[in-house]
């Protein structure tokens, strides 16, 4: 207890599902509003099972008008292959549209500029973003998870872009996600909230663990994409982020609980 009262989430106790090495910004978050974290890692970020494709969109770099990264470890596993490969960033001609804050930070890291973000983090609102922009015959580089939403590769091919979409990472549960899920939500007393920060983490803890080991937990949603997989299962949202990000993930938790 503070001088000022009670931290607003005292006691309790949140399940923070973000890959292991992601988490620790939730986590701090979090354990300074007085809850306490719990880190169960429902994802982990591996290469692609093939990497011929973004070598080839590599080699061929400064043919491409845009890259759109669609998070920051699509910028990260991007920059890696291109450092591995014979080319630079010096063949960068091509402006570049970050979905978010986190991925613009990640290529602001590597001295690289977002040309273009969306008001809200999600593929609907980065399509909006590219309403002024002319595409009929621009070429379009979109480097992201082996498995994701076709909504922007649709829409940008629709108004005359030549999209290719490659895969620069795959995302996998963790080997020990089962044991730790049962951990956790079987024994003793149970979370009282868990986090979800995308469809990936959702979809990982419920096949480990089964929808049922999530009952009497409230769930928190980064978004209405996350939580659309969420119900799918079953399962009620009790909290989403009216903004995309951890931070709005930790408001819609405060005003929820």
């Known amino acids: 207890m503070s001088a000022q009262g009670p931290l607003p989430l005292a006691g309790r106790r949140i399940v923070v599902t973000r ?79 970050a ?8 290529l602001e890291a590597a001295h690289l500029k977002a040309d273009l973000m969306p008001d809200e983090y999600v593929a609907e609102k980065l399509v909006e973003a590219f309403q002024s922009v002319e595409l009929a015959g621009r070429r379009i ?29 795959r995302t996998a549960p963790p080997a020990d996600l089962p044991s730790r899920a049962r951990e956790i939500f079987q024994s003793g007393r149970k979370p009282d909230w868990v986090t979800f920060t995308s469809s990936s983490t959702v979809t990982h803890l419920v096949e480990a663990a089964g929808a049922q080991a999530l009952e009497g937990v409230r769930i928190a949603s980064i978004g209405p994409v996350t ?9 009620q949202v009790a909290a989403e982020a ?10 819609a938790i405060l005003e929820a609980d």
Do not use: H, K, M
């Open 227 to 235: 939580s659309a997989t969420i119900r799918r299962y079953g399962l």
């Open 141 to 169: 580089l979109l480097p992201r998870a082996t498995v994701a939403r076709d909504l922007v590769p649709v829409e940008l091919r629709r108004r005359g872009a030549q999209v290719d979409v490659v895969a620069a990472y």
């Open 19 to 97: 890959a292991a090495g992601q988490s620790s910004e939730l986590v701090e978050r979090l354990r300074e509003l007085g809850a306490e974290p719990i880190s169960l890692p429902a994802i982990e970020f591996l290469p692609p099972e093939d990497w011929r494709p973004l070598d080839e969109a590599i080699a061929r770099l400064p043919d491409y008008d845009w890259i759109i990264f669609t998070s920051a470890n699509g910028v990260r596993f991007f920059l890696e292959r291109l450092d591995a490969s014979s080319r630079d960033l010096r063949s960068l001609r091509a402006q570049i549209c």
């Open 242 to 251: 009216r903004v995309f990000t951890t931070e709005g993930l930790v408001q």
């Open 99 to 106: 979905i978010g804050p986190a991925t613009r930070r990640a």
